[in-house]
Nanobody, 125 residues
Framework: QVQLVESGGGLVQAGGSLRLSCAAS????????MAWFRQAPGKEREFVAVLSRWSGGATYYANSVKGRYTVSGDIAKNTVYLQMNSLKPEDTAVYYCAAALTSGLYTTTREYEYWGQGTQVTVSS
């Protein structure tokens, strides 16, 4: 089992920045990819970014956040980060981190076995 806890959400004005953290505990050697998803009210959960633990730390981003968000990890601390810059009101959502046990830059929820509880990000205009 892998437990995931997100932190760092909050309220920010448009154009501002936030950094989310996702701390993993439990069988931390077992995850191979860690991703961020988000879900706005009334919408489906959507992919944001993914970091591969192996593959040289490869990353992949949704087009909507490319160039504004950066996903990174501190493997020694079992923590993955999501740096969010130039935030827009449409970025408002609950942000979730998720862990996959198999290696790959997955963008769909079904590939991820473990999920955090989420952290709210609200961007005001």
């Amino acid at each position: 089992q892998v437990q995931l806890v997100e932190s760092g959400g909050g309220l920010v004005q448009a154009g501002g920045s936030l950094r989310l953290s996702c701390a993993a505990s439990g069988r931390t050697r077992s995850w191979a990819a860690m991703a961020w998803f988000r879900q706005a009210p009334g919408k489906e959960r959507e992919f944001v970014a993914v970091l591969s633990r192996w593959s040289g730390g490869a990353t992949y981003y949704a087009n909507s956040v490319k160039g504004r968000y950066t996903v990174s990890g501190d493997i020694a601390k079992n923590t993955v980060y999501l740096q969010m810059n130039s935030l827009k009101p449409e970025d408002t959502a609950v942000y979730y981190c998720a862990a996959a046990l198999t290696s790959g830059l997955y963008t769909t929820t079904r590939e991820y076995e473990y999920w955090g509880q989420g952290t709210q990000v609200t961007v005001s205009s």
